[in-house]
């Protein structure tokens, strides 16, 4: 830095020291002075004009000005330098050299004034409001609106032809020519405002409508304008802006559809359902044609799969799914995704209930088609809650609680079926908040016992086997149902210590049973799984542990799994059951015959029995239950399956599944439940007997 200065002020003193010899030498010798000041006006006059030229070329204003005053300065040059070399004499030409100077002088000193007064302040004040406000108009990019109604012609700027594409022209002239590109919707609207200002006489419009472009889209454009009075009191002009406001109308339709809609499926939101539905009770309490029924769906063990899976396998799985269910709909009806993988449906299409049950069975076969997924089938089920209209409920909230009520109770009655809300379903739900709780005690306090259902061989009715049935006793309530006890189970996570106390104890009265009875095959024992959490690891452990202590036939103590629960991952349970079987276990296919089970992947599944759906047992003419059976046992038979059937009732019912050729049978035509001791006073008894 010191020494910049050190060289500043050194080239200064230079520059001083260089003008001062001039004088001096000036003082001194006048005659080379004279000459030294000539050169250098001329070389001044030279090298000036190169450079002003070089600068006009490159576009500058300032330079391309100076041009004129530089060629007065070339020849006044010239003209010197035949002046001082004695080619001009005469007694003006010096009085005009003298005044030519003056002139140039005077020009450049006017040319740099008037370049230095345009870009300072003194310029800036002299700009008029009316530029001001055409220079903020181009500036903010809004096209000028002006429509002279004396002669009924429109003048807008040719920015907005060439925005929406359309040839020059195209919105000049009269204002109806705008209405026939003026969107359907907007023109009355358009037509009023302008109407309305020159009525009025005063007002501003402020207006957003839609104009067709040349290629077909509408654009949104906003008029603000007022209007301009003549002398005589009446409107003369309508003068404003028009400005494109499509992107922006864009965004704000996209947010108010965003909130009231579901982002993954598109599906209305909950939001939306309300409001839907509190138009539809309005609208029947009105009108007795109308009457609309709420359905809530929900997927079983959609959960389980997500976490399986992954995130974006349920993502598409359930978009899926939203698709099938649309295709239900009639145009009246609404679908909506009320959260997660619930569904909620306002179904107005259809008045009688027995054809809204229709509906839902309809919802319920869409949804047990399997989704593939990277190759791999995954079965769904559903647990369906509905609520038919009710003159007395008028509040939407109140509605679909009641056909979510009615899902639960589906849910906890095992799920895959509907559930029409009734009532008492209230009462009940809150008698049995407290059984969760319960349910964590009852194994320490031996409320929970272990029966034994017999399954006897349908040739010779002798017992082959039983199937472990689970007893809740509750201190307060008595005997808890099963449904009720193993969808309790269920929902508090009890189900693997259920499972675990029923293996113990299946195995200990199966130790006891086979060394009474010596009989082949063994007997053996069902035990159902309760819950799809079990089948993870902790079951293999459970398993090893209770035949580590129990000295039982190999594969005779059986783990009976739900078809639709092996079907949601068939690939896993088949390494699962693999490894059961190198363990010592058994597996039997429970509800086989429902439609879940695909032969591919049942032929993979070490399997030893297969038990019977039980809607296959269900009250139907002989002939029409025979059908149905017969293939379903057949192919359990080519596959090498023993085949049980439950909810054996009648000795009719024990013929004509002998018939057919099933194995075994349970249900109250061979006995209830047994205690432990009476089953081992059975297998005494027939122990004795042979």
Not at 175 to 194: I, M, Q, S
Not at 234 to 244: M, S, W
């Amino acid at each position: 830095m010191a020494g910049s200065l050190l060289l500043f002020a050194r080239s200064r003193f230079a520059r001083h020291a260089f003008l001062a010899a001039l004088v001096g030498l000036a003082v001194i010798d006048p005659p080379v002075a004279a000459g030294v000041a000539r050169v250098s006006i001329a070389a001044v006059a030279g090298i000036g004009f190169l450079l002003v030229l070089h600068l006009a070329t490159l576009g500058y204003d300032r330079a391309v000005m100076l041009i004129p005053t530089w060629l007065l300065l070339i020849a006044w040059v010239t003209a010197a330098g035949f002046t001082v070399t004695g080619y001009l004499t005469g007694d003006l030409v010096s009085q005009a050299l003298i005044g030519g100077l003056v002139l140039i002088v005077m020009l450049i000193g006017f040319t740099v004034m008037q370049h230095a007064f345009a870009g300072g302040a003194f310029a800036q004040g002299l700009v008029s409001d009316s530029e001001r406000r055409a220079l903020a108009l181009s500036g903010a990019g809004d096209i000028v609106f002006d429509w002279d109604v004396l002669s009924d012609r429109v003048f807008v700027s040719p920015e907005i032809e060439d925005q929406l594409s359309l040839r020059r022209g195209a919105l000049q002239g009269s204002v109806a020519n705008w209405l026939d590109l003026v969107h359907p919707f907007d023109r009355d609207r358009y037509r009023t405002a302008l109407d309305a200002v020159i009525e009025q006489k005063r007002g501003r419009i402020s207006q957003e409508f839609r104009l067709r472009s040349g290629q077909g889209p509408y654009h949104w454009l906003r008029l603000r304008a007022r209007p301009v009075i003549g002398s005589d009191g009446e409107v003369i002009r309508v003068v404003g802006t028009i400005a494109d406001v499509t992107d922006t109308r864009t965004a704000q339709e996209r947010l108010l559809h965003d909130a009231v809609h579901d982002n993954l499926t598109g599906l209305p939101n909950r939001c939306l359902f309300d409001d839907r539905l509190r138009a539809a009770l309005i609208l029947a309490s009105q009108d007795a044609r109308h009457s609309p029924a709420v359905i809530v769906i929900d997927i079983d063990r959609f959960k389980q799969v997500n976490e399986e899976a992954g995130l974006s396998a349920g993502d598409a799985i359930l978009l899926t799914l939203s698709r099938r269910l649309s295709r239900l709909l009639r145009p009246q009806d609404t679908l909506a995704r009320l959260n997660g993988d619930r569904f909620g449906v306002i179904l107005l299409s259809e008045r009688d209930p027995d054809r809204i049950m229709g509906f839902a069975d309809a919802v319920r076969r869409s949804l047990a088609t399997p989704v593939t997924y990277a190759e791999r089938e995954i079965f769904f089920t559903a647990s369906i809650g509905v609520a038919l209209y009710d003159a007395q409920t008028l509040k939407p909230d109140a509605m679909l609680d009641n056909a979510d009520l009615a899902m639960t109770e589906a849910k906890r009655l095992g799920g895959d079926r509907t559930h029409v809300y009734r009532p008492t379903l209230r009462s009940v739900q809150t008698e049995d908040l407290p059984l969760a709780a319960d349910l964590a005690r009852a194994l320490e306090q031996n409320e929970i016992r272990a029966l034994f259902q017999p399954i006897v061989r349908l040739d010779d009715r002798t017992i082959a086997g039983f199937e472990t049935v689970l007893r809740w006793d509750h201190p307060k309530r008595g005997r808890i149902t099963d449904d009720v006890f193993a969808a309790i189970a269920q929902e508090s996570g009890a189900a693997g210590d259920l499972v675990a106390f029923a293996m113990e104890r299946a195995a200990e009265e199966l130790n006891f049973w086979q060394g009474a009875l010596d009989v082949d095959p063994p007997i053996f024992v069902n035990t159902p799984i309760l819950s799809p959490e079990l089948m993870r690891h902790e079951l293999l452990s459970d398993v090893k542990n209770v035949l580590s202590r129990a000295r039982v036939a190999p594969r005779s103590l059986r783990l009976a799994f739900p078809e639709r629960m092996v079907m949601e991952n068939p690939e896993y349970a088949a390494q699962l059951f693999l490894r059961l079987r190198d363990l010592g276990a058994g597996m039997t296919l429970d509800g086989f015959g429902a439609g879940y089970c695909a032969l591919a992947y049942l032929e993979r599944l070490p399997l030893e029995m297969m038990r019977l759906d039980r809607s296959l047992m269900r009250e139907r003419p002989s002939g029409e239950r025979s059908a149905l059976l017969s293939p379903v046992i057949r192919m359990a038979q080519d596959l090498g399956l023993e085949v049980v059937a439950d909810l054996v009732e009648t000795e009719s019912d024990a013929v004509e599944l002998s018939q057919l050729g099933c194995d075994y049978a349970q249900g109250y035509l061979f006995g209830e439940p047994l205690t432990p001791a009476q089953a081992r006073q059975i297998i005494v008894g027939a122990s004795e007997a042979a």
